[in-house]
């Protein structure tokens, strides 16, 4: 009923930033006790019984009438990018923190719009190309740290590798089922998505031969708050909001949008986990967002 609203996407697209923002900084916290895979997985399966009872106060079902293409396409894109981007997204985060993983994060935007452009047949302007640079630009300033920084060489490159093949798997997922998300109602969308992504952590964790020691983490008292105040934010608001801001705007724009994510986390980050700010984070973070100001009104 409020999607007459002029700018519903744009909203969406702003508000998920702002949340996501937050469960990053939870996440932070909870992944200093807890493996990724355990945190990944719990956070999924509490969004989708969260889900639930949020479809049929909506007047949606679970039992969508779609094509079975559909409903493979969803699964396909919620164990790519949730099942597996959130958990190299949580290794990246547990490696480099959350302010510099926020400016790594900045890949997501060139990604969605190069897939975009690929998939999706949205143009791109000489002015959102330069913004694209200016993003690649942040994360390599960002990581050029030297003296008392906190990561060490290893866990720097290592992180670093994670978060963008997190942001490559996480734009794959989502581009590639924009004409479904179109068409279909949102919280189904998202319920379907995330069983997906249960379902290939499931497989994982089954396999995995920490496993045990993975499930104990999870259950780990003094971070019980993080995680599960982090996944509350983080897999249903975050999730919906995000969706809600693809669905309802070009998605080079929500992309956009979402990238300003960046700046709330790193402000969030000097102030609740104390991580220092830097010249050279400062610049890329400036770097970062005016690119993704470009991409938008490029």
Known sequence: MFTSFSYLGETNAILTAIIWAVAVILFKKSGEKVH????????????????????????????????????????????????????LFFMCLNRLGAGLAAIVDCFYAPFIIGLSIIWLDESLTVIQIIGTILIISAVLTAIQQRGNNQTNRHDLIMGIIYGILAMLTVAVSIV??????EKSPLFWVSEIRLVGGVIVLLIVLLFHPSRRNIVKSVLSVDRWGYTLSGSVVGAYLALVFWLA??????????????????????????????????????????????????????
């Open 36 to 87: 990724p895979i355990g945190l990944n997985l719990f956070k999924d399966l509490l969004a989708v019984l969260l889900l639930l009872p949020t479809l049929w106060l909506f007047g949606e079902s679970f039992f969508y009438e779609a094509p079975l293409a559909d409903w493979g396409l969803l699964l396909f894109s919620g164990a790519l990018g949730i099942g597996i981007s959130d958990t």
């Open 245 to 298: 801001g693809m669905k309802f705007t070009m998605a080079s724009t929500a992309a956009a949008l979402n990238q300003t994510s960046s700046i709330f986390v790193f402000i969030f980050a000097y102030i609740f986990l104390k991580e220092p700010i830097n010249l050279q984070r400062t610049i890329g973070i400036i770097l970062g967002v005016g690119g993704s100001i470009m991409v938008m009104f490029g």
């Open 176 to 181: 590639m089922i924009k004409p479904v998300l």
